[in-house]
Nanobody, 113 residues
Framework: QVQLVESGGGLVQPGGSLRLSCAASSSAAFMGWYRQAPGKERELVAAITSGGNTNYANSVKGRFIISRDNAKNTVYLEMNSLKPEDTAVYYC??????????WGQGTQVTVSS
């Protein structure tokens, strides 16, 4: 069992930046972020392997950067040039494939003026 604790969500104006963090209770080969907006399905934002390979949704390429600190079992999501359509609950995900078995509780990100 891997427990995930997220932090860093909040309210930001369009064009602004936020950084999300997710600390895991133990190591996992894959860690990443998904998001779910009201009335929509949960979708991949970005994921990263322990070796540093990354996978991004097309909608966030060039704006978001995922990284991880393996020594701290922590994954980060740097979100830049935020748009209103980025508004969602962001969930940390971890496991042994690109959509892992473990989820965090979610953190709200709201992009609004």
């Amino acid at each position: 069992q891997v427990q995930l604790v997220e932090s860093g969500g909040g309210l930001v104006q369009p064009g602004g930046s936020l950084r999300l963090s997710c600390a895991a209770s133990s190591s996992a080969a894959f860690m990443g972020w998904y998001r779910q907006a009201p009335g929509k399905e949960r979708e991949l934002v970005a994921a990263i392997t322990s070796g540093g390979n990354t996978n991004y949704a097309n909608s966030v390429k060039g704006r978001f950067i995922i990284s991880r600190d393996n020594a701290k079992n922590t994954v980060y999501l740097e979100m830049n040039s935020l748009k209103p359509e980025d508004t969602a609950v962001y969930y940390c995900n971890a496991g042994w494939n690109w959509r892992g078995a473990y989820w965090g509780q979610g953190t709200q990100v709201t992009v609004s003026s």
